[in-house]
């Protein structure tokens, strides 16, 4: 995961404001509750639908990047979704000053860059989920 994770960096890079030169985060993947455990940090009644939507997250503080169990390295529709959180890492690492600084500015770009992956491989734009609080 951790080659897949510095080969999008190299994406990112190359198609965004990043430049980082860095380790990439670690990259871990784990099943849907324990996503929306790590996402809301308390014991919640998700509905399955919300749940379903829910890809991956980043998780600042131990600077690992968590993606659900059927996450496909091969697949870039899923590829897409690391993008996605990558983005995040970078934002929260500090990589650009232009001024990005609510959680809602952080959304529309990683979901921009992440469009431009998608873009890139021929595949059509992800819409940005409908329940807010569950799109980190
Ligand atoms: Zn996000």
Redesign the pocket.
Known sequence: MKSIAAALLIWINANSGYEYLGEPPKVVKTDPEALAYLLLGEVWIIPERAKRGLMG??DVETRTIWLRDNFDPNNYKDRSHLV??L??FLQYEGQRGDGLVNQSD??SE??AIQNRFLRAHDLPPIKRTTVPDL??
Request: glycine content about 0%; hydrophobic content about 35%; charged content about 25%.
């Open positions: 997250l980043y996605h959180e983005v995040h952080f959304e990683a979901y799109t980190r």
